[in-house]
């Protein structure tokens, strides 16, 4: 099945530098990538999403970059401020034989934004 | 429109006893995913149940279990609980479940196993 390898496991930044995290999947036939942001005690919130067919995409501060041939994806984050600081969540998603679809997720990066 | 809602939010429960978790996917969603949090394995997946069926499985023993509604609503159940069982489960709707569809989560309901 999908494997999902997300670094780093920890990240504390300045409060207004970048901070980036990366993801590499094993299934060349997984298409939907999206980043999870967790703050404590609350639910995972998507932030950001990337298909298949595109290899960048942008939200005000937030970027995902995708590289299928290397099966790796990665968020960045800029300007980053205290209210950054969450778990974020990997995931990478394919269909399986019968119409379901697979959702694998990293485990997790504790960003921490130091003010 | 409302979003994913799940009952209860924190359960205690004592070894060997049996627990049933409900999950509201938001409306017009037909797909639930259940996900099982802890911190050593972070999000691991149960099941995904789209039109009463369950369509994808997880590789959890079969102490867990679920069930789908016509209305959607979604129930997980854990038989024979143990204290390995204590986690944040999490359910999470979408339109289909199609492959490149977003998840939306729930609060999750904490469970606690003495």
């Known amino acids: 099945g999908e494997n999902v390898e997300q670094h780093p496991s920890t990240l504390s930044v300045q409060e207004g530098d970048s901070a980036v995290i990366k993801c590499t999947y094993s299934?060349?036939?997984?298409?939907?990538f999206p980043w999870y942001k967790q703050e404590l005690g609350k639910r995972p919130q998507l932030i950001i999403d990337i298909r298949s067919n595109v290899g960048e995409k942008k939200d005000q501060r937030i970027a995902v970059t995708l590289n299928k041939t290397a099966k790796h994806f990665s968020l960045h984050i800029t300007e980053t401020q205290p209210e950054d600081s969450a778990v974020y969540f990997c995931?990478?998603?394919?269909?399986?034989?019968?119409?379901?679809?697979?959702?694998?997720f990293g485990s997790g990066t504790q960003l921490t934004v130091l003010p | 429109k409302a979003g994913v809602t799940q009952t209860p939010r924190y359960l205690i429960k004592t070894r060997g006893q049996q627990v049933t978790l409900s999950c509201s996917p938001i409306?017009?969603?037909?797909?639930v995913s259940w996900y099982q949090q802890t911190p050593g394995q972070g999000l691991q997946f149960l099941f995904e149940y789209f039109s009463e069926t369950q369509r994808n499985k997880g590789n959890f023993p079969g102490r867990f279990s679920g069930r789908q509604f016509s209305n959607s609503r979604s129930e997980m159940n854990v038989s024979t609980l143990e204290l390995g069982d204590s986690a944040l489960y999490l359910c999470?709707?979408?339109?289909?479940?199609?492959?490149?569809?977003?998840?939306?989560f729930g609060p999750g309901t904490r469970l606690l196993v003495l």
């Open positions: 995931a990478a998603s394919r269909w399986l034989p019968g119409s379901a679809r697979q959702l694998t």
């Open positions: 409306s017009g969603h037909r797909s």
């Open positions: 999470a709707s979408s339109l289909k479940g199609g492959s490149q569809e977003t998840q939306y």
């Open positions: 299934d060349s036939a997984s298409n939907y």
